[in-house]
């Protein structure tokens, strides 16, 4: 599960494992999704290279936001709005 790094001041190690954190490649896990020729479309509107939306959680969206930074890439059917990095946890089961 992702949670905010705010989580850090209420961790109980007994209770959960910190596996990593959504901010470049910092796990040992496949990412489920890599987004092909993102481009990363700015507040002003001019727009750049994207690969940045593959290095952190993404949310796919319908619509376009307004006001923040979104990317659109090829084999996305939507807007991507990365997100700030989150700590992965689990769950330990006693």
Excluded: C, W
């Excluded at 494992?17 to 700015?42: C, K, R, S």
């Amino acid at each position: 599960m992702g949670v905010p790094i705010t989580f850090l001041d209420k961790y109980n190690p007994d209770q959960f494992e910190i596996l990593g954190i959504t901010l470049g490649n910092t796990v040992d896990y496949q990412m489920t999704a890599i987004y092909e020729n993102a481009i990363q479309h700015n507040q002003d509107g001019t727009t750049q290279g994207g690969n940045k939306v593959n290095t952190r959680a993404a949310i796919l969206l319908k619509e376009k936001p307004s006001g923040k930074v979104y990317y659109t890439a090829d084999n996305a059917d939507g807007y991507l709005l990365s997100i700030y990095p989150r700590i992965l946890i689990r769950r330990i089961r006693s």
